[in-house]
């Protein structure tokens, strides 16, 4: 997959945050939420920062026939989340090439009188590609500018 | 959503039977598999009755532009399974119409040493659809013979 | 599983509403919402009614050892929800027993100027059993009146 | 987490292969597998591995009061499956250390008259933990055997 001149930005103070609130559905026979939701929780957090850029991806595979999918990701879990635990889940870019772009990605338990606690972070690359061919394809200029805005 | 002189057949001793393993990502944090992912297990049971009976779904989406869809369900759950449990789940067409079907299912628990014990068991009315509209289409002969063989 | 002298209670206004909005996750290959996930959307409505009405269920397991388990779902789909939609999940109370209760639930799209449209409605009954036994429990009179009030 | 002395372990023939088949539930609007369902894939081929040893999770837990849960993922994504296709999962162990091992894993299409195309891998690092307290174990020495045979 492509990954031409891809550009580095800056960490910024504005984090995208959204939050997760953990459901019967998302834990296991462990008590714990199980690793493969909070990757669910990812998506919801990169759909929602789409969303909040003007951005609307039903919309946009049907104006240019092309999808975001997930070429990469790197996760590391360092604490648990168990039912009815209140997450906030971040999104902030941190590369942006001409057909992908990387997004660093935290999910926090957010808890009263007490600060938030890291339970897992990660980095996912996100292509942009053809919907029937699945070939990679550049991303067009003003969801370039949308995407770094 | 149309149901149009349906043939209610006759029981038979012909039962589909589909197996199904009881992984971490069924269960919940009560231990046992959460309610919905029976229907996930009924879904694998249908698909793979539909197979045995030289029915690809996707083969059949391509072909004919109409897909299958659920428009009913009835499930009684009797027992919980839990991880590692080995389940079978059965497939049993009661009814069939111009443009619908209703199938009767079961999930087993299957245990050594011991006489398999009913879990949950419902019904499930499935319409064919056009895949673009949402219209109720009419099964086609061909596929209704499979459906009744 | 128990269900002794239930209480049908009267229709009200007082229908408890909970937003879903749709993401990559809840859909399939059909373009829209697996039919399976309307159950994991009423459940979260369900725990939501729960907690605006004190309960927190992982703190209910921990204090009495019971937890809620479904025993019954009815659902009837009448139309399709697809990626990024809006919907609104009801629930409601609509019989109380000594062990277990029933409630209402709907799946409604929201869309701009239009009226809410109905996707899919059923009824789901609940038990209230011992953790470690399964066997059926009676709803401390606390919890019955959370549950009605 | 601790991660002492690990043995890193020789590459063997001895792959251990589980077989995936592709359903409704694991696809999603973009017609393709959704991205987080190869970790349920991942975490299936892992129970059999562990199976095919001998060891039962849920017994393991019972008799232990541990569990293995996965503290780090890292995962490719090459190609996408669809509705219908057959896959074979692979589980190889590339460490073994005192509380955690790592496991290499890879998700192939099988397709008739065509070699077996990889559409994702990853490693998986998994540690031992205490369920109540989640602090990690350390792997007891008949467990260690089993991993390494």
Redesign the interface.
Known sequence: MLRMRPTTLPPSDNVFTWPV?I???D??????V????Y??FF??AR?EWL?AKGV????L?QDTGC?F?????????L??A???DQLLVTAHLSELGRSSFTIHQEALLIAKDAAPVVLCK?SVRVGWIH?QT?KPARIPPDLQQALKG
């Open positions: 609130r459901y019967w559905e834990t296991d026979a462990g008590g714990i199980f690793y493969a939701n990757l669910k998506e919801r759909t969303r609307e991806q039903r919309q595979q999808i999918v997930v070429s990469d990701v790197q996760i590391k879990y604490r648990s168990r039912l009815d990660g919907g699945s």
